[in-house]
Nanobody, 121 residues
């Protein structure tokens, strides 16, 4: 059974940091792009960041550029998202994904169950 499991979410004050991790099991995703999306209450799921299969290319949404960093450990089949300088508007459920890649959810075949990030003002 293929699974992506996120961890590391929680409650943090504005300006604080969190590190999200996504562990994969059931198959290797070494040839897949990995991505992070988020969905705030009452809003559509939106792209946050993506990293290529090799880890050599990364792309970010403008809203998080310079504050968030995506990375991956191919050997461990994991991907991480470092969230710095958090703002209340970053509050959302964060999902990791694996697939062809890109800025749209349709480019990803596998999804985790999500982890809640709440930023208080």
């Amino acid at each position: 059974q293929v699974q992506l499991v996120e961890s590391g979410g929680g409650l943090v004050q504005a300006g604080g940091s969190l590190r999200l991790s996504c562990a994969a099991s059931g198959r290797t995703f070494s040839s897949y792009a990995r991505g992070w999306f988020r969905q705030a209450r009452g809003k559509e799921r939106e792209f946050v960041a993506t990293i290529s299969w090799s880890g050599g290319s990364t792309y970010y949404a403008d809203s998080v550029k310079g504050r968030f960093t995506i990375s991956r450990d191919i050997a461990k089949n994991t991907v991480s998202l470092q969230l710095n300088s958090l703002k209340p508007e970053d509050t959302a459920v964060y999902y990791c994904a694996a697939g062809r890649g890109g800025y749209y959810a349709a480019g990803y075949n596998y999804w985790g169950q999500g982890t809640q990030v709440t930023v208080s003002s």
